[in-house]
């Protein structure tokens, strides 16, 4: 009797206890928000939010201050962009490879070794970026390109959010079923026409999905930029001027010595809600795709 | 009069023609485009690696891994005080997520079942895995740094990251468990046991090599990771290890604790940050360094990385 019952309350305290550790998860989510919320509260009483997202200058740092928040957004899509034109066509050419057309045993090797890319350190690739993309790639090609440039940031986050994309496609072109490949082959199509106009069509929304995580990663990435894309916030589309981003603005006043409090201190918060927002946007646009995607095969 | 023959006719316009042969050839030319794309990716992973290993492998030495960091002097540079700064928050962070990971990854895997709970749960962990990490390190400097006065020490940075790794650890321990076959489950119950002696003596160690690998994987994330801890104020300039030498203190248990609470609560930097600093740097010398320090940390992750894929060759064996 009395053990049946120490066993029920001891099981009873273990279930609790394993619920509040699933439920740190839900505390970090709400205190992100509540940090965000109420810093950038403060700083919402000084500047209007009209000023900040509309305004087409930002120099929180020197006189006259300006707090136009769009030459940051600017930079950090141009870098985002960027890297999506490189990630996107390498990703997707290599999982439609390695799915459709590679032997087992290249596809074991090559895998692994892809995966490897996602594995290193940002501030490694914000060093190649520096020290190889721009002297001995870019310079040669356009000389006129600057130390610090977006295009260079764009190249080494393209490279780091290749794996994601193509691991992601991959997954989503073997998903398809074997069925629709045979009935295209029994048409007489070439693995050309059923790559592209069987796979590629029935895998879209893992496609889409893959490209929208790869979006997110590269927006809210940080090293890399604040290394190779500069310090100079600008509105502009070249991508061989050196440029601010979002997440390297964050960094370079949490390296400076701003004192904590003033209005040039809580721009990192204003900035930063500006970049959780537009991430979380777009991973739940992509969960939503990859659930629909989800409910087709299975 | 017969009809033109057969073979002369031009087709008309909306009739199938195969033209084998020209969409065999686009067929081929497509497969080498993709060939060349799949290379090319892992080409640069080798001209990374190359480029690394040259600019930095004659800086690699004894001194480097022993000398404290300087500003003025490049050629006597080391990273003492970031390996340790590494160390210490790797061990700490393993300490506060791996715990928690696991509880919360059993409670959804195994308790919870379908509830609206844990569905909320579940989604929750995933988009926090897609929240950048630098909006983590604003959370850890708010609440950790300022709110809790841990200041810029290493707990605090060791809370931040723990919070950071957190997702991950959930994400790969809840796919060792639900590998675990459940006729293993439901033969435990069979028997009698309750439901935590069933997890605890038969899903847990079975689903122990997966849970390992996904955490060393998500420690070694957790050690390449910069931007939090530069929010949180680690410093790129630190010529000292957290809570200095064990040998400065009494050999007894207060020595010892006095040498944890001193730590804890040091200012510290890590190998990432002191390699951004030497990238940041104009001086060729330091890119050199920056070199180095990066072939020290690539050295390390691949230590970790191999110990996680031997696990999981030593799982595979072990199920056959």
């Keep these: 009797m009395l053990r049946g019952a120490l066993r029920k309350a001891r099981e009873a305290a273990i279930h609790g206890l394993l619920l509040i550790c699933a439920a740190v998860s839900i505390v970090t989510t709400v205190a992100i928000i509540a940090v965000l919320l109420s810093e950038s509260a403060g700083f919402f009483k000084q500047v209007s939010p009209l000023d900040f997202f509309l305004g087409t200058r930002w120099a929180p740092l020197l006189e006259p201050r300006s707090f136009g928040v769009l030459p940051l957004i600017c930079g950090t899509f141009l870098v985002a962009g960027g890297a999506l034109l490189v990630a996107v066509p390498a990703g997707l050419a290599t999982a439609v490879f390695l799915s459709e057309y590679a032997p087992n045993w290249f596809r074991q090797v ?112 940080t090293m890399a930029v604040a290394l190779a894309a500069g310090m100079t916030p600008k509105l502009t589309l070249n991508p061989l001027e050196s440029i601010q981003t979002m997440t390297a603005y964050i960094v370079q006043v949490s390296m400076g010595d701003t004192p904590a409090g003033t209005l040039e201190y809580q721009t990192i918060f204003s900035v930063g809600s500006t970049l959780f927002a537009i991430t979380l946007a777009v991973n739940l646009i992509a969960h939503r795709v990859l659930r629909r995607f989800r409910e087709v095969y299975e | 009069m017969s009809a033109a023959p057969l073979h002369s006719r031009t087709p008309p316009p909306d009739v199938f023609r195969p033209r084998l042969a020209l969409r065999r050839r686009l067929g081929a030319a497509f497969a080498a485009f993709c060939l060349l794309l799949t290379l090319g990716a892992l080409g640069v992973l080798f001209v990374l690696l190359a480029q690394v290993l040259l600019a930095g492998w004659p800086w690699v030495s004894r001194k480097f891994i022993a000398n404290m960091p300087s500003v003025l002097t490049p050629e006597q540079a080391g990273m003492k005080s970031a390996i340790y700064g590494t160390l210490w928050l790797a061990v700490l962070t393993g300490l506060f997520s791996v715990p928690v990971g696991l509880g919360a990854a059993i ?83 069979a028997l009698g046991a309750t439901r935590w002696q069933t997890v605890r003596h038969h899903v847990l160690p079975a689903a122990l090599p997966g849970m390992m690998t996904g955490i060393i994987l998500a420690l070694s994330r957790g050690i390449g990771e910069t931007a939090p801890l530069i929010l949180i104020g680690a410093l790129s300039y630190v010529p000292f290890v957290p809570g200095g030498p064990l040998s400065d203190y009494p050999l007894t248990s207060t020595g010892l604790r006095q040498w944890l609470s001193t730590a804890l609560f040091d200012q510290f930097t890590v190998m990432p940050i002191q390699i951004y600093d030497w990238v940041a740097r104009p001086q060729p010398e330091f890119h050199h360094l920056a070199a180095a320090g990066i072939i020290v940390l690539l050295g390390v992750l691949l230590g970790m990385n191999a110990t996680a894929v031997a696990i999981r060759a030593w799982q595979q064996r072990r199920r056959t």
Excluded at chain 2, 109 to 128: K, P
Excluded at chain 2, 146 to 159: H, K, N, T
């Design chain 2, 107 to 189: 409670y959804l895997e195994e308790y919870a079942g379908r509830s609206r709970l844990a569905r909320f749960i579940q989604f929750n962990i995933a988009n926090l895995a897609g929240v950048p990490s630098i909006v983590y390190g604003m959370l850890g400097l708010a609440v950790f740094v300022r709110w809790l006065r841990c200041d810029r020490s290493v707990l605090s940075g060791a809370l931040t990251m723990s919070l950071l790794v957190l997702p991950v650890i959930i994400i790969a321990s809840r796919e060792a468990l639900a590998a675990v076959p459940s006729s293993i489950r439901q033969a435990a119950f």
């Design chain 1, 110 to 221: 090559a895998k692994p070794v892809l995966e490897i890319l996602a594995g290193i350190p940002t501030v490694v690739y914000g060093y190649f970026a520096l020290v190889f993309v721009t002297p001995h790639v870019l310079k040669p090609l356009w000389p006129q390109t600057e130390i610090f440039n977006a295009a260079s940031a764009a190249i080494v986050v393209g490279i780091m959010t290749l794996p994601t994309i193509c691991s992601l496609c991959d997954d989503a072109l073997r998903a398809v079923p074997r069925s629709l490949r045979e009935a295209a082959y029994a048409l007489s199509a070439t693995k050309l026409e059923v790559s592209t106009r069987i796979v590629l069509p029935g895998a879209l929304s893992g496609v889409v999905a893959a490209v929208l995580l790869a979006l997110a990663r590269a927006i809210g990435e």
